[in-house]
C-alpha cells in the first residue's frame, strides 16, 4: 500500500517555479479586495510570508499542486490577513465556577461603567479640569466623594491597583522606618505579591511580631518604639489558619497604635462595600468597618468584590491620604483615565443599594439562585447531550463553586452545572478524553472554560446569564468531536 499511495503524492507535488510573484497575487481579484480593505502594507507583508512559506513547503516536496491554484493561495491569503487582524484578547465563557476568576479578566463591568467609558473616552474630558473655576483640576476628585459617602472616609485616593495602593501607603507613611505586623498575616497573593517583599520595595523595615497562628495585643505593645511608623493589618484574603488561632482586632489595634502616636492601616484585599451577609453570602469585612474601628487607611481593589475596573482604593484619615496623595510615586501609580471613569460610574451604583444585585454584574452573578442555574442545566442538557454523544455521556450535577480573587477561600457557593464524562472508555483513557473535550471547548470561536474534576469535565452555570452563545456554537463542537 505505501508505494503508490508515496508515488501519487509525489506526483501532484507543486515545484516553486509554480508559485505567482507578489505582484502576480496581488493582482487578483480577492487580494484587491483586501488592499482596498486594509491598505498596502499589511496585505503586502502577509502575501510575502504567505509565499515564502509556500516556497519552503514546495522546495522539501510537500505542497499539493492543489496549494498552488490560484484561489487557494488567494483563500490563504485572506484568512493570513484576518488571522494577523483577530485580537489576542477575546470574549470566553467563564463556566469554571469561580466568579472572580483572576485569570479571566475579574469582576465584569457593570452596564452603566461601560456607557461612560463611551461617552467620555471618545470625547476630551474634565480629567484634570475644574469646569467651575476653568482651572487645572485633582483626577482624584472625580472619586474622592462617593468614596468618602460610601465608606464614611475623611478622605480617599486611588491607584492602578491595590498592590501599588499598598506598596505606595507603606512608602509614604513608613519609607527608612519600622512597619509592624503579625506573622500570621505575612500573605502571598499571586503574581510574586509577597508582604516581607512589598515592605522591603517601599523601602521599610518590617518587624514582624507574634507567631504563625497567635498574635496578641502584647506583641504590637512590646515591638512599638520610637521608629515605628506604622502598624499594618492585612486581611488573610486567600487563606485561612483554623484551629488554635489569635488575632488582635483593628479596634483594638487601633487603640495600641493611637496610644503611642502611630497610625494604623489596613489591606483589605477584596474589601466588598455591601455587607454580603444581606444576600446570604459569605462575609467579608467592609472598608467602613475599618474605619469605624479606627484605621487611619484601609487599602482594597477596584475589580474584586467591589466590581469594578482595575484600581486600588485608598480610604482614611485627612492627615494619612493627604500624606500619600503628595508622595511623589503616586504620580507613577496613578490611575489612567480609562477605568477611572468606569470606577466612578461603578462607584456610583453603590447609591443605589436597592438596585445593586440587579445592576452589579459581580452581585448579580453571586446573587444567581441555585436552582436558577440548576434549571438552565436542565435546560441545555439535551442540546449539550447531542453535541458530545456518543463519545460522551452528559447528566446535570450540583456543583460548589468559589467567590473567587482570593475573597473567602474556603467558602463554597451552591451552584448546578453539567458534567461530562467519557462515555465506555477505559480508566486509561479518560484523562486523554476529557483534555481533548477541554481543547475542543476552549478552541471555539467563544471559548468555553471549563474545569476538570474526578474524571468530568464540569461546566457550572453560574456565569451563564444568557446561554445563546453557548448554544449556538454547539453543532461546531458537535462537528469537530466527529
Ligand atoms: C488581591 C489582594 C491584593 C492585590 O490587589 P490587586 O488589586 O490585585 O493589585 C493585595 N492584598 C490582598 C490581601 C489581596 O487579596
Same mark, same amino acid.
Given at each position: 500500500?505505501?508505494?503508490?499511495?508515496?508515488?501519487?503524492?509525489?506526483?501532484?507535488?507543486?515545484?516553486?517555479?509554480?508559485?505567482?510573484?507578489?505582484?502576480?497575487?496581488?493582482?487578483?481579484?480577492?487580494?484587491?479586495?483586501?488592499?482596498?480593505?486594509?491598505?498596502? %502594507?499589511?496585505?503586502? %507583508?502577509?502575501?510575502?510570508?504567505?509565499?515564502?512559506?509556500?516556497?519552503?513547503?514546495?522546495?522539501?516536496?510537500?505542497?499539493?499542486?492543489?496549494?498552488?491554484?490560484?484561489?487557494?493561495?488567494?483563500?490563504?491569503?485572506?484568512?493570513?490577513?484576518?488571522?494577523?487582524?483577530?485580537?489576542?484578547?477575546?470574549?470566553?465563557?467563564?463556566?469554571?465556577?469561580?466568579?472572580?476568576?483572576?485569570?479571566?479578566?475579574?469582576?465584569?463591568?457593570?452596564?452603566?461603567?461601560?456607557?461612560?467609558?463611551?461617552?467620555?473616552?471618545?470625547?476630551?474630558?474634565? $480629567? *484634570?479640569?475644574?469646569?467651575?473655576?476653568?482651572?487645572?483640576?485633582?483626577?482624584?476628585?472625580?472619586? *474622592?466623594?462617593?468614596?468618602?459617602?460610601?465608606?464614611?472616609?475623611?478622605?480617599?485616593?486611588?491607584?492602578?491597583?491595590?498592590?501599588?495602593?499598598?506598596? $505606595?501607603?507603606?512608602?509614604?507613611?513608613?519609607?527608612?522606618?519600622?512597619?509592624?505586623?503579625?506573622?500570621?498575616?505575612?500573605?502571598?497573593?499571586?503574581?510574586?505579591?509577597?508582604?516581607?517583599?512589598?515592605?522591603?520595595?517601599?523601602?521599610?523595615?518590617?518587624? *514582624?511580631?507574634?507567631?504563625?497562628?497567635?498574635?496578641?495585643?502584647?506583641?504590637?505593645?512590646?515591638?512599638?518604639?520610637?521608629?515605628?511608623?506604622?502598624?499594618?493589618?492585612?486581611?488573610?484574603?486567600?487563606?485561612?489558619?483554623?484551629?488554635?488561632?489569635?488575632?488582635?482586632?483593628?479596634?483594638?489595634?487601633?487603640?495600641?497604635?493611637?496610644?503611642?502616636?502611630?497610625? $494604623?492601616?489596613?489591606?483589605?484585599?477584596?474589601?466588598?462595600?455591601?455587607?454580603?451577609?444581606?444576600?446570604?453570602?459569605?462575609?467579608?469585612?467592609?472598608?467602613?468597618?475599618?474605619?469605624?474601628?479606627?484605621?487611619?487607611?484601609?487599602?482594597?481593589?477596584?475589580?474584586?468584590?467591589?466590581?469594578?475596573?482595575?484600581?486600588?482604593?485608598?480610604?482614611?484619615?485627612?492627615?494619612?491620604?493627604?500624606?500619600?496623595?503628595?508622595?511623589?510615586?503616586?504620580?507613577?501609580?496613578?490611575?489612567?483615565?480609562?477605568?477611572?471613569?468606569?470606577?466612578?460610574? %461603578?462607584?456610583?451604583?453603590?447609591?443605589?443599594?436597592?438596585?445593586?444585585?440587579?445592576?452589579?454584574?459581580?452581585?448579580?452573578?453571586?446573587?444567581?439562585?441555585?436552582?436558577?442555574?440548576?434549571?438552565?442545566?436542565?435546560?441545555?442538557?439535551?442540546?449539550?447531550?447531542?453535541?458530545?454523544?456518543?463519545?460522551?455521556?452528559?447528566?446535570?450535577?450540583?456543583?460548589?463553586?468559589?467567590?473567587?480573587?482570593?475573597?473567602?477561600?474556603?467558602?463554597?457557593?451552591?451552584?448546578?452545572?453539567?458534567?461530562?464524562?467519557?462515555a465506555g472508555t477505559s480508566k486509561k483513557g479518560i484523562g486523554t478524553a476529557l483534555d481533548a473535550l477541554a481543547t475542543a471547548l476552549r478552541a471555539l470561536p467563544l471559548p468555553v472554560i471549563g474545569r476538570i474534576a474526578d474524571d468530568r469535565l464540569l461546566l457550572d452555570l453560574r456565569c451563564l446569564e444568557d446561554s445563546t452563545p453557548f448554544l449556538a456554537q454547539l453543532g461546531l463542537l458537535r462537528a469537530r468531536l466527529h
Amino acid at each position: 500500500m505505501a508505494a503508490p499511495k508515496e508515488s501519487v503524492v509525489h506526483g501532484s507535488t507543486a515545484r516553486p517555479q509554480d508559485l505567482p510573484s507578489v505582484d502576480q497575487l496581488l493582482r487578483g481579484d480577492a487580494s484587491r479586495a483586501l488592499l482596498a480593505e486594509h491598505g498596502h %502594507t499589511l496585505v503586502v %507583508t502577509e502575501a510575502r510570508a504567505l509565499l515564502d512559506a509556500l516556497r519552503r513547503d514546495a522546495v522539501a516536496g510537500r505542497l499539493p499542486v492543489t496549494g498552488v491554484q490560484p484561489d487557494a493561495i488567494a483563500a490563504a491569503l485572506t484568512a493570513r490577513v484576518q488571522q494577523r487582524l483577530a485580537p489576542r484578547m477575546r470574549a470566553v465563557l467563564n463556566l469554571t465556577g469561580t466568579v472572580i476568576h483572576t485569570n479571566l479578566g475579574r469582576a465584569l463591568l457593570a452596564d452603566a461603567a461601560l456607557q461612560r467609558l463611551l461617552a467620555v473616552m471618545t470625547s476630551p474630558n474634565n $480629567l *484634570e479640569y475644574d469646569l467651575a473655576t476653568g482651572s487645572r483640576g485633582d483626577r482624584d476628585s472625580l472619586v *474622592e466623594e462617593l468614596l468618602c459617602t460610601i465608606t464614611g472616609a475623611e478622605a480617599a485616593t486611588v491607584v492602578n491597583n491595590n498592590a501599588a495602593a499598598v506598596l $505606595l501607603t507603606i512608602a509614604a507613611l513608613a519609607r527608612d522606618r519600622e512597619v509592624i505586623v503579625s506573622r500570621g498575616e505575612l500573605v502571598e497573593i499571586g503574581g510574586a505579591f509577597r508582604m516581607p517583599d512589598v515592605m522591603a520595595s517601599a523601602g521599610a523595615r518590617m518587624v *514582624e511580631v507574634g507567631t504563625t497562628n497567635r498574635t496578641h495585643p502584647a506583641d504590637y505593645e512590646r515591638a512599638i518604639n520610637e521608629r515605628t511608623a506604622l502598624v499594618m493589618k492585612v486581611h488573610t484574603s486567600n487563606y485561612a489558619v483554623q484551629g488554635f488561632t489569635a488575632a488582635v482586632d483593628e479596634a483594638t489595634l487601633a487603640g495600641i497604635a493611637h496610644a503611642r502616636g502611630v497610625p $494604623l492601616a489596613t489591606d483589605l484585599g477584596s474589601g466588598s462595600l455591601v455587607d454580603l451577609a444581606h444576600y446570604g453570602l459569605p462575609r467579608e469585612p467592609l472598608p467602613q468597618e475599618m474605619l469605624a474601628a479606627g484605621c487611619d487607611v484601609v487599602t482594597f481593589s477596584g475589580d474584586k468584590l467591589l466590581g469594578g475596573p482595575q484600581a486600588g482604593l485608598i480610604v482614611g484619615s485627612k492627615e494619612a491620604v493627604g500624606r500619600i496623595r503628595k508622595f511623589p510615586m503616586k504620580r507613577a501609580l496613578r490611575m489612567s483615565k480609562l477605568p477611572l471613569a468606569a470606577l466612578e460610574a %461603578t462607584l456610583s451604583l453603590y447609591l443605589r443599594p436597592e438596585r445593586l444585585a440587579q445592576d452589579l454584574p459581580t452581585l448579580r452573578l453571586l446573587t444567581r439562585p441555585a436552582e436558577a442555574i440548576q434549571a438552565m442545566a436542565v435546560a441545555l442538557l439535551p442540546a449539550v447531550r447531542d453535541a458530545v454523544s456518543p463519545r460522551f455521556d452528559v447528566e446535570v450535577v450540583p456543583l460548589l463553586g468559589q467567590i473567587g480573587s482570593g475573597s473567602l477561600p474556603v467558602e463554597r457557593l451552591p451552584s448546578a452545572g453539567l458534567a461530562i464524562a467519557p462515555a465506555g472508555t477505559s480508566k486509561k483513557g479518560i484523562g486523554t478524553a476529557l483534555d481533548a473535550l477541554a481543547t475542543a471547548l476552549r478552541a471555539l470561536p467563544l471559548p468555553v472554560i471549563g474545569r476538570i474534576a474526578d474524571d468530568r469535565l464540569l461546566l457550572d452555570l453560574r456565569c451563564l446569564e444568557d446561554s445563546t452563545p453557548f448554544l449556538a456554537q454547539l453543532g461546531l463542537l458537535r462537528a469537530r468531536l466527529h
